[in-house]
């Protein structure tokens, strides 16, 4: 009987995973090796490159600057999806990372629908819900290697993979959907839901997802 629920829940999951309708993906796994990203870094950048399986690796002389930054950027029309749900996944060679994801509508006004800073445990692989119309993409990040021992760091970018999420892209096969049992802020305190903040959805089957509703 274990096995048999063991397998309904593996079952149930994939489906869920399944119904999620992707609309764009990029990296690691895509088959798309960041096809117009554009690449910025640091002036201590002395490597910055896509491999064969499609990591998007910078590689920094941190010997006289122990600080490093990078970044890609991407003109993607989005506009059409009331709501999106954003995946990706980073790793680095550094005491601490600073990343954000920015969005924009028109390159002029831009959010920034992922902003974390000192974060020390890599890789990270993380997701965010972002209700506005998107056009712009820019993913930056900002790194130090504080030994001396250490002359160099290092970022690398694994994949974006963007889904439709006006239905949160769930399809329920019961009546037994996930409730919102709580919402908090970054800082884990707990808060109404509210626009223009990125905030933390808690649902009662124990998921969680990072969630940023634009109102203007």
Known sequence: MKRFTLLF????????????????ETGVGSGDPWTGWTADSSNNCILSSIDSTYYWDFLFDTQNNSNFTSSLAKVLDLTMYSSTKFVYKLNWAADYLDYQIAVSADSIN?????????????????????SQPV?????????????????????????????DASTNGLE???????????????SGRETADKPNTLLIYMYSDGTKEKVFKMMP
């Open 9 to 24: 829940l593996t079952l149930l999951a994939s489906f869920y995973v399944s119904s999620q309708t992707p609309i764009y």
């Open 135 to 163: 056009n712009f993409i820019v993913i930056s990040t900002h790194g130090e290697v504080l030994s001396p021992m250490f002359p160099f760091g290092g970022t690398t970018y694994h994949y974006l993979r963007i889904f």
């Open 110 to 130: 831009w959010t920034y629908i992922v902003n974390e800073s000192g974060v020390t445990t890599a890789p990270v692989t993380d997701s965010v819900i972002v």
């Open 172 to 186: 329920p096969i019961t009546n037994n959907e996930k409730e919102l049992v709580r919402i908090t802020d970054m």
